[in-house]
């Protein structure tokens, strides 16, 4: 697909790309965003499908991926070919995609890889059909089943026998309270009383009012450094566990709401501080997840009622709801929506004399 040659013949006549290393990196991508999240998605790793065919686990690939590949993840997150909140998903087919998934995925930041991605699988969920990864798709909706690090996720896609539509929603792995009303020392805020819930990945939630902000009226750099702050400390004063998996045992972030945590047809607002002080664009796919599996919890939502999430950074909506209890576990599957859409596509080369070709990182 227009990849053309290295140029080395210093002629530019009909190239397609612009010089490049012909050992360097060769990365196309297509370009979205949900809820204004951006997301990069790399159609193909062929180190990462090598490493799947081996018989790895997704959760096994991911470490695998860091250990010898995050040269891609850097190149493309970090600045100059992404920038401090660029996301992105590499896909994995064949044998990762394995266990009846259409696809498998590992998901990118600026600061490493998640376990799980809402807005990115709502995303994944559009590409899949568009570019034909599931062989039959059906109208008016079509079920794109999804392997992520945390488990098997299912998106529901509009599709009209052309194209893929909005809004895509997707089922999660179960979701469940870790910890409510749990006491912890901020340094610079004092006491506060944050819940732990987890969404695909954990997260701490607790009000702005607590740490003297406003999360609709703050300016985003108190926000960001007050949860910022209240991640360091629940990481130091509490012990995550994860029934399944102890890689999944990690603090991804922390929420900070409007407190409005009771179930009401009026929105929710929060915002999301994730990785190393990367603010979430959108609501948060797995965020709103642990937050709907919190107050289903604690008995302030029922299943099947619906409430919205609105990004306090974009005003972007989500929905979420409780579907079902998950087994005798005290879990809940949880459905979310959203909007995604493309913005474009891309080819990223690397020069290999070029010192800052992996990218560079600035906060």
């Given amino acids: 697909q227009g990849c053309g040659d290295s140029g080395g013949d210093g002629g530019g006549a009909g190239r397609a790309l612009p010089p490049h290393s012909p ?8 370009e979205m965003h949900t809820g204004g999240e951006p997301l990069r998605i790399v159609p193909r790793l062929e180190a990462a499908e090598r490493a799947a065919a081996a018989g790895l686990s997704l959760l096994s690939l991911r470490r695998e991926v860091a250990a010898g590949h995050d040269h891609v993840r850097r190149a493309l997150m970090h600045e100059p070919r992404g920038h401090a909140a660029m996301y992105g998903a590499v896909v994995v087919r064949g ?53 992520c690090p945390c488990g098997p996720v299912t998106a529901f896609v509009p599709w009209d026998g052309r194209r893929s539509g909005n809004p895509v929603r997707f089922h999660s792995v179960p979701a469940f309270a870790a910890a409510t009303d749990l006491a912890i020392d901020v340094p610079g ?12 990945t954990f997260y701490a939630f607790l009000s702005a009012e607590q740490l003297g902000l406003d999360v609709c009226s703050s300016k985003t750099r108190d926000l960001v450094s007050a949860a910022s702050a209240v991640t360091e ?5 509490f012990k995550l566990h994860h029934p399944e998996s102890e890689d999944l045992a990690f603090l991804y972030g922390t929420i900070v709401t409007d407190g409005k945590d009771a179930f009401s047809e009026e929105p929710t607002t929060n915002i999301c ?15 709103v997840t ?4 919190l107050q289903f919890h604690k008995g302030l939502i029922q299943l099947g009622q619906t409430r919205t999430f609105r990004s306090s950074t974009t005003g972007s909506l989500f929905t979420g709801k409780a579907e079902t209890k998950f087994g005798n576990y005290n879990a809940v599957i949880v459905e979310v929506s959203g909007e995604a859409f493309y913005t474009g596509t891309a080819t990223f080369t690397v020069e290999e004399e070029d010192p800052l070709k992996h990218g560079f990182f600035l906060k």
């Fill in 233 to 237: 400390a629940v990481k130091k004063q």
């Fill in 273 to 287: 501080v994730f990785a190393d002080e990367q603010v979430d664009r959108s609501p948060t796919g797995s965020g």
């Fill in 189 to 200: 805020y004092g006491k506060v009383v944050v819940d732990i819930g987890y969404g695909g």
């Fill in 290 to 293: 642990a937050r709907i599996a």
């Fill in 95 to 147: 044998a990762a995609a394995a266990e009846g998934a259409h696809l498998a995925a590992l998901f990118l930041h600026c600061a490493g890889y998640s376990a799980m991605c809402g807005h990115a699988v709502m995303g994944l969920g559009r590409f899949a059909l568009d570019y034909g990864l599931v062989p039959a798709p059906t109208r008016p909706e079509t079920a794109v089943r999804l392997r």
């Fill in 23 to 30: 050992s360097g990196v060769l990365l196309q991508t297509v």
